[in-house]
C-alpha cells in the first residue's frame, strides 16, 4: 500500500512541478523578449526548463510505474481503456512540440557555456506559442486521467 501510494503521490507532484515549470517558462520566455540582453532573465527561464525536463522524466517514470507495476491496475486496464490512449496522445503531442524548444535551449545552454550570449530574439515568438500550446495541453492531461482512472471508456 505505500509503495502505490508514493508512486501516485510522485506521479501527481510530477504533474504539479510540470504545470508550474512550464507555466513560469512562458513567463520567463516572455520576460526575455521584452529585454533580451538580460541574462538574469535568461537564467531563469533556462532554469524553469531544466524543471520542465526534470517533470517530465519523473512523470514517464511514475506513469510506467503505474502502468506497469502492478500495484494498482493491471496493464490491461490501462491498455484497453480509450481515454489512457487519449492520455498518450496528448503526452506525445506535448513532447513532439517540445522538440523545438528543447534544441533551442540546448544550443542557448551551450553558447553561455562559452560566454556568449545567445540569440534569443530570434524565433522566441514560436516559442511562446509552443509553450502555450504545452501548457493548455498539460493542463488537459489531469482531465483525461480522470476519466481513466474511473474506468471510463473501457474496450
Known amino acids: 500500500m505505500i509503495a502505490r501510494a508514493c508512486l501516485s503521490a510522485l506521479h501527481v507532484l510530477a504533474l504539479g512541478l510540470g504545470l508550474g515549470s512550464v507555466f513560469a517558462r512562458g513567463r520567463r520566455l516572455r520576460d ?3 529585454s533580451p ?4 532573465a535568461l537564467a531563469s527561464l533556462l532554469q524553469a526548463d531544466a524543471l520542465w525536463g526534470l517533470a517530465a522524466l519523473l512523470w514517464i517514470l511514475t506513469g510506467l510505474g503505474r502502468v506497469f507495476g502492478r500495484l494498482e491496475k493491471t496493464p490491461d486496464f490501462y491498455l484497453r481503456n480509450g481515454f489512457f490512449w487519449t492520455k498518450m496522445a496528448l503526452f506525445a503531442l506535448v513532447f ?6 528543447m534544441l533551442t535551449f540546448g544550443r542557448w545552454r551551450s553558447a553561455r557555456k562559452r560566454g556568449a550570449m545567445p540569440e534569443v530574439d530570434v524565433g522566441i ?3 511562446i506559442r509552443i509553450n502555450d500550446a504545452e501548457t493548455a495541453l498539460v ?3 489531469p482531465f483525461v486521467a480522470a ?9
Not at 540582453?37 to 538574469?40: H, L, V
Request: no cysteine; glycine share 8%; proline share 4%.
Open 32 to 34: 526575455v523578449r521584452r
Open 37 to 40: 540582453a538580460d541574462a538574469r
Open 96 to 101: 513532439a512540440l517540445e522538440i523545438r524548444p
Open 125 to 127: 515568438d514560436g516559442l
Open 139 to 141: 493542463i488537459l492531461i
Open 147 to 155: 476519466l481513466m482512472a474511473r474506468g471510463a471508456w473501457l474496450f
